[in-house]
């Protein structure tokens, strides 16, 4: 009788299923030995791969990586409810085939202890090595990855970034707890059973420290910080769009950890019904994030004004751990905003609570604009009218009220229509 299950090449649109396909065989204790963004790579620049698919479900995936007359056999995974029924079997007879046809005449195969059954190697040929000792080392961030890093718009985020942000502890504290801990305490997260975010949406209206909280997220678990700004896929045209798109996820991969930030998402990942973009690049976006995601060092941050523009697909909690609303300040919020300029700017008795009531529809952009503002105010007064009294209450009112603040009462309301109907914590 005929196998029931069908073994074809790899194909982009099979790159979803299978990276969850890895992550449900990896074996607690014994991560693989080929990073699942190597398995990717090799995909991605055509390598020999394979799938076993049964209904257009993908049950096993065999990868492979071509070195002249030699071939390492990357991954091969079979989903358990498939184990013992000859999936394996076939996909290495398959992949052996295509690897004889490009000439290949040495396959080695590693794998973690017990993840692949060594009568099943045995029996397609393969011998084993005992007098090999397997030796790994991983060094620390290199000249050539820092290059890497400036070239994909990278850099490294100071220390103590986070916790020197002040105000806005509300949306501090829900990150804190969300995305950070996870994160810091990846050993004590897995024994309460939670699995640490790869991959979150912050959302609200455009100046509420969107920006500024994913660099602090990227200081506090000291992991480098690369922006994709949408506005470079468009350098090489519309039609480009989506190769720039494939071509820095795929240099990605060479980073070893990072913080991706993809700031006004909305412009590449907007509702593909009336979207300016092509479709091909928010399809191209949709195909990265599980890449992403089965990465142990990522986390992609990305940030939109206006959540709802956002495709629905893209939104979907097997892409996204959370969305998380970072709204205008509260009162308590903006004291503590007011406080860090006025003591950055001047010695004099300020009445911050006056501040707080003036300024109440204003983002941190806002404040830090007015802070500015009003220290000109006192130095212009010190030039000009030789008064040397630093700036006071009345520079911060008049500055506040010479400021046209970037939201409104509407805007606020749409935002807190937009936690009822997108948050997700």
């Not at 979803?16 to 990896?26: C, F, G, R």
């Not at 690897?99 to 059954?117: C, H, I, M, S």
């Not at 690369?226 to 090489?236: K, M, N």
């Not at 969305?323 to 006025?342: F, H, K, M, N, T």
Request: glycine fraction near 6%; charge should be negative; aromatic fraction near 8%.
């Amino acid at each position: 009788m005929p196998p029931i299950w069908q073994i074809r090449d790899f194909e982009d649109s099979d790159l979803d299923q299978a990276v969850h396909l890895w992550e449900e065989v990896t074996i607690d204790g014994s991560p693989p030995l080929f990073r699942v963004a190597e398995v990717v790579a090799a995909v991605l620049a055509a390598e020999p791969a394979l799938v076993a698919v049964v209904e257009g479900q993908v049950i096993g995936t065999v990868v492979s990586r071509v070195s002249g007359d030699r071939a390492w056999i990357l991954r091969l995974a079979v989903s358990a409810a498939w184990h013992k029924r000859g999936v394996r079997s076939s996909l290495l007879d398959a992949i052996h085939r295509e690897l004889l046809d490009k000439g290949v005449r040495q396959t080695t195969a590693v794998f973690p202890a017990g993840e692949v059954e060594e009568q099943l190697l045995l029996d397609h040929g393969f011998t084993i090595r005992p007098e090999v000792t397997y030796f790994e080392r991983f060094l620390p961030t290199q000249p050539a990855e820092l290059n890497l890093l400036a070239e994909l718009g990278g850099q490294l985020v100071p220390a103590g970034l986070w916790e020197r942000l002040e105000g806005m502890d509300r949306e501090k504290q829900l990150i804190e707890r969300r995305i950070i801990l996870p994160l810091a305490k990846p050993i004590l997260a897995e024994q309460h059973g939670v699995q640490p975010p790869k991959a979150i949406v912050l959302f609200g209206p455009p100046g509420t420290g969107k920006t500024t909280f994913a660099k602090g997220i990227a200081s506090r678990v000291d992991w480098p910080f690369i922006e994709l700004f949408p506005s470079r896929l468009a350098a090489g045209g519309r039609d480009a769009q989506a190769h720039e798109l494939r071509l820095f996820f795929h240099r990605l991969a060479e980073i070893d950890a990072a913080v991706v930030f993809i700031d006004e998402v909305e412009e590449i990942a907007q509702s593909r019904d009336d979207a300016p973009v092509s479709h091909a690049v928010t399809n191209e976006l949709l195909k990265a994030i599980p890449v992403l995601r089965g990465h142990p060092n990522r986390l992609l941050i990305c940030a939109t004004n206006s959540i709802r523009t956002l495709d629905s697909a893209f939104l979907r909690p097997g892409r996204f751990d959370h969305l998380l609303p970072i709204g205008p300040p509260d009162d308590q919020a903006r004291w503590s905003i007011w406080g860090r300029y006025v003591e950055g700017i001047t010695a004099a008795e300020v009445d911050l609570d006056a501040l707080v009531e003036a300024s109440a529809l204003f983002t941190p952009a806002d404040i830090e604009f007015a802070a500015r503002k009003a220290a000109q105010l006192a130095f212009e007064r010190a030039v000009f009218e030789e008064v040397e009294a630093s700036g006071g209450t009345e520079d911060f009112l008049q500055a506040i009220s010479e400021v046209r603040p970037a939201l409104s009462r509407g805007v606020v309301r749409e935002f807190e229509k937009d936690i009822g109907d997108f948050a997700r914590f």
